[in-house]
């Protein structure tokens, strides 16, 4: 095949790839990720306000991950254009300039395609392409600063070390890692033989010079989150960043390719650029495993030493192709085929191969050992992807309903601000401490690896929402649930009784709600609906206020309601002087027992100073009522726990 032709076949793989697996449930091309929402919010104050802020109401802090992708995502805000369809068109022209920047290492052969074509199959690239974040464009700059570098073109590459800087911190370990390839190969070398590119990295450092004092002036300290996480790392967080690379190595399909150099390292033939790509991608791979791993599908993470690491497989590849051995070069193509489709098998649903039944033996393959985040399942592949594109949708529309609904003064804690904190414009709090600082810390966490933060500290700051999971719960998780859960993934103390009953107390000073959130995506006038779970603060005193009218032997059920729309059951007991309790059913017929209801799947919207009528009956002339009593409930709530109510009981006695 023609090398020209096939670079070209590369490249429409690679946007054929990106717009298949990055689409919602109903086929459209889905949002960018929640975390990528974090820029958006910090762009658009700084195009508003002139800072580089979260919040404006709370300390500055540096909440946002890449300088870069502020000022791009700046861009689109100034010029008028959607941000996130933007910002997503950036990050899938960068994957796609990549993969001419991959084919330039070996331009004269056809090998030279091997890791082009293994790049744009691998699904981690195609969906960090279309994630709206900064993730594909560092691969690029950090794939461009090594061809430059091994081609000793300084000016070209002390351009793109100084973007690699200022796109990621991640890119920094990059630049270190290849100053340290400079200075060994400067021992080794006279200057006559190798032109020296030391004199080049100082503009990347004059940039970091820069950014550090920018720090200083917005944000008061020099260094970066990412810097500051350098210092703390621990056991745990080694071996969490241990086991996001075995997952990674598990669940790639290309890694089996990694065979390749490291026989020919072993054996001292990889020399040159496949042996430096070798060192920069390993070093990378260690700093993500220092900093505890990190978070998104198809680990986004390792997208940009995705392409270093190919760049060595293929110049291995290349020396088997070249091998004298007779079956060598058969052998190797063989591996290839094999990987090239486990790679793809990533980004496809699990499902049976023509008539093979391999579902089973796919979904295992996915699965994920832990989950390190609450309310995720964490699935590796598509799945993952998926569900993190779900996520993001009901993300957006919740934001969406807080903008619409919420009085702008309110306060929403949630481990989730990206989505939420853009489209709803409220004061949202980031419960892990990377967008606002958390309780007594004076510097925010880095947006790589597992954080935590003090749970009882975070109940304790008064916010008025919180949002406690993220799943359309068929039935409204009970005050033990959504403690246990927040424990287990969010609390940074050892979980043992005092603890637990400390928390309780603590989710006592709220109330569960079920809220409409419209689903993110529908073109309708007023989008379908789900019910959605929040926490409440009730010092607030939002619930809906029940009243209770008799006439004769005819009642009536009125609301009022001065707050944001809401869903509820209506519950009507009716208790004889004997004791026994009757529930009141929609038909008006009556049930023993208090389980039934009468009225379910209510929207309730602002009643401002009237009361809405939301029930009326009458008491049968067989029974002996002496009271009437009525409750409000969250939908679907079956048992008897405080979480369940949506409203003060209300009762009236009857005189008969």
Known sequence: MNRTLALFLTLAILLAHMLAIHMTLAGQFAPPYDDAHVAFRVARNLVETQRPTWDASTAAVESFSSFLWVGVAAIGQRLGFTVTTFCQSVGGLSALITVFVLARFSPGRLAGVIAPILFVVAGGIASAAASGAATATLALFIAASFLFFERRAGLAFAICLCLCVVTRSEGVTFALLLLLLEIAGTLRHSAEQRANLLRWFIPAGVVLALMAVSRQMHFGTYFSPYEHAWASSNVERLETGASFLLGFARSSGWTILLVFPLYYL??????????????????????????????????????????????????????????????????????????????????????????????????????????????????????????????????????????????????????????????????????????????????????????????????????????????????????????????????????????????????????????????????????????????????????????????????????????????????????????????????????SGASGLMRTSILLFHTDVRAIELAAGDLPDDLDVVEIRVVLRNPLARAEHPFAMASETVSLEVAR
Request: glycine share 8%; no cysteine; charged share 20%.
């Open 266 to 591: 072993v054996r001292g033939q990889l020399q040159g650029v496949g042996r430096r790509a070798l060192f920069l991608s390993l070093g990378y791979a260690a700093a993500v495993a220092i900093q505890g791993g990190g978070q998104g599908p198809m680990f986004q993470a390792m997208v940009p030493m995705t392409a270093l690491l190919l760049i060595a497989i293929q110049q291995a590849m290349t020396l088997a192709l070249d091998s004298s051995r007779r079956l060598w070069p058969q052998v190797t193509w063989v591996l290839f085929l094999f990987a090239l489709a486990t790679t793809a098998l990533a980004s496809k649903y699990p499902g049976n191969l023509g008539p093979f039944p391999t579902e089973t033996l796919h979904r295992r393959w996915l699965q994920s050992g832990t989950s390190s985040r609450v309310s995720y399942v964490e699935p590796l592949g598509r799945l993952g992807l998926v569900e993190e594109i779900e996520v993001t949708e009901r993300l957006r529309g919740l934001g969406a309903f807080m903008n619409a609904q919420f009085d702008p003064r309110d306060t929403v804690l949630t481990p989730w601000p990206g989505a939420i904190g853009y489209l709803s414009r409220l004061h949202v709090f980031d419960a892990l401490g990377r967008t606002t600082l958390l309780p007594g810390e004076t510097v925010p966490r880095p947006w790589t690896g597992t954080q935590r933060s003090d749970l009882l500290a975070l109940l304790a700051t008064d916010v008025d929402y919180i949002v406690p999971g993220i799943n359309w719960y068929e039935a409204p998780p009970s005050l033990r649930e959504i403690a246990d859960n927040w424990q287990r993934f969010i609390d940074n103390q050892p979980i043992d009784t005092q603890r637990t009953a400390a928390v309780h107390e603590a989710l006592r000073a709220f109330e569960l709600i079920t809220v409409p959130v419209p689903i993110y995506g529908s073109a309708a006038a007023r989008p379908p609906t789900r019910p959605f779970h929040l926490l409440r603060r009730r010092a607030l005193q939002l619930w809906p206020k029940l009243a209770i009218e008799l006439d004769g032997s005819r009642y009536r059920v009125n609301v009022f309601h001065r707050s944001h729309e809401q869903m509820v059951d209506l519950r009507v007991i009716l208790r004889e002087r004997n004791g026994q309790l009757w529930s009141v059913l929609p038909t008006g017929a009556l049930r």
